[in-house]
């Protein structure tokens, strides 16, 4: 194991380092940053004293090294629009981000789980084909889009009735969209501090239904493929022959299906939704923009439209790390649900 931890901070310094110099080498390529922080009237002299004053006029090599020296200090330098370090504006940014990303891993793990394994069980029943279809659709289907529907129903309200009304859940649902502003869907509302400047909606029932529309309409890119997935990883996993002899020794369908089945099934889905669910802290930039949450992602889009690039830089770095630490985790977690996964890599 501690073989294992120093082999894996071996590679995450390389590829921090990899990050930092792309994100580094792109910044110029990002705008004037001097042009965004004075006025169309201040004379060139003046210009030029301020960016020999930062550094900018300096070479490549020199400014790089001075970067990673101070980001090993985790000083990424100040924003240029808040006039304040670039880490504190991620800190106030980050919890609204990791809240929304937590709360659409919940969805996707409480929903595609049982999903997925009902499907491989009984393929041909008529839920399982309409989960099928129903996954095709939600990968088809970009995320603002359904960020727009969902707020129209659910938000705005409709005039027409979507669901039945001859049944009493269809009634209550009718009821549910047709009213005018019914669900919350802008911004983040009024977070409760829980530890310092951190605050969360996960505190308030309030709280939660901000975080309602925003989070199903982020699960709805990884969910069909997580379902999809467990499904085709389950069928292939139920034809094995231990599965067959468990069968014949007369094991209970049901621990068959989710001790044995189950356990080696989702190997290959934590590689996937490791790597998957850091994606989701890019895939936030679409989501919070539609519902205005006030994250990382809508931070990062004001800062490339005000060429704010150590603000930039800052955001890059802080997602590529949390790529690498949720990579670790995932192999660590593999050695958990199955002890035969050498860390190492030495065969046993």
């Known amino acids: 194991m501690i073989a294992f931890l120093i082999k894996r901070l071996f590679h995450a310094l390389l590829v921090m380092f990899v990050i930092s110099l792309i994100s580094f080498a792109i910044q110029d390529n990002l705008g004037d940053p001097i042009q965004q922080m004075v006025g169309q009237s201040v004379p060139e002299s003046e210009r030029e004293a301020l960016r020999e004053e930062l550094g900018l006029n300096d070479p490549f090599a020199v400014q790089y090294m001075r970067f990673v020296a101070n980001a090993a200090q985790f000083d990424f330098g100040y924003s240029y629009i808040f006039n304040e370090p670039t880490t504190q504006v991620i800190m106030r940014h980050?919890?609204?981000?990791?809240?929304?990303?937590?709360?659409?891993?919940?969805?996707?793990?409480?929903?595609?789980?049982?999903?997925?394994?009902?499907?491989?069980?009984?393929?041909?029943?008529?839920?399982?084909?309409?989960?099928?279809g129903a996954s095709i659709v939600g990968i088809s289907i970009p995320v603002f889009l359904t960020a727009i529907v969902l707020i129209q129903i659910f938000a705005i309200g409709v005039s027409w009735s979507p669901f039945p009304t001859d049944t009493g859940w269809g009634s209550w649902l009718n009821e549910l969209v047709s009213t005018q502003g019914g669900m919350p869907a802008y911004g983040r509302g009024?977070?409760?501090?829980?530890?310092?400047?951190?605050?969360?909606?996960?505190?308030?029932?309030?709280?939660?239904?901000?975080?309602?529309?925003?989070?199903?309409?982020?699960?709805?890119?990884?969910?069909p493929l997580f379902i999809r997935l467990i499904r085709a990883e389950m069928l292939e996993v139920l034809q094995s022959d231990y599965?067959?002899?468990?069968?014949?020794?007369?094991?209970?369908?049901?621990r068959i299906y989710f001790l044995h089945a189950l356990k080696n099934t989702m190997l290959p889905v934590i590689t996937v939704g490791g790597v998957q669910?850091?994606?989701?802290?890019?895939?936030?930039?679409?989501?919070?923009?539609?519902?205005?949450?006030?994250?990382?992602?809508?931070?990062?889009?004001?800062?490339?439209?005000?060429?704010?690039?150590p603000l930039i830089v800052t955001y890059l770095m802080i997602v590529g790390l949390i790529f690498v630490i949720t990579n670790t985790l995932v192999d660590l977690i593999y050695g958990l649900i199955n002890p035969t996964v050498k860390l190492t890599g030495k065969p046993a």
């Open 277 to 309: 669910i850091g994606t989701l802290v890019a895939y936030t930039i679409l989501t919070e923009t539609v519902f205005q949450w006030p994250g990382m992602g809508l931070m990062f889009l004001d800062a490339i439209e005000r060429s704010d690039i």
């Open 94 to 132: 980050l919890p609204a981000t990791l809240e929304l990303v937590a709360a659409t891993t919940f969805l996707i793990i409480v929903l595609s789980v049982p999903i997925g394994v009902y499907s491989a069980i009984k393929p041909r029943a008529w839920l399982s084909r309409f989960f099928m």
């Open 190 to 223: 009024n977070p409760i501090p829980v530890f310092g400047t951190w605050e969360t909606n996960f505190a308030s029932l309030e709280g939660l239904s901000y975080l309602v529309l925003p989070a199903i309409s982020l699960a709805s890119i990884m969910l």
């Open 243 to 254: 599965v067959k002899f468990a069968r014949a020794k007369g094991i209970s369908p049901r």
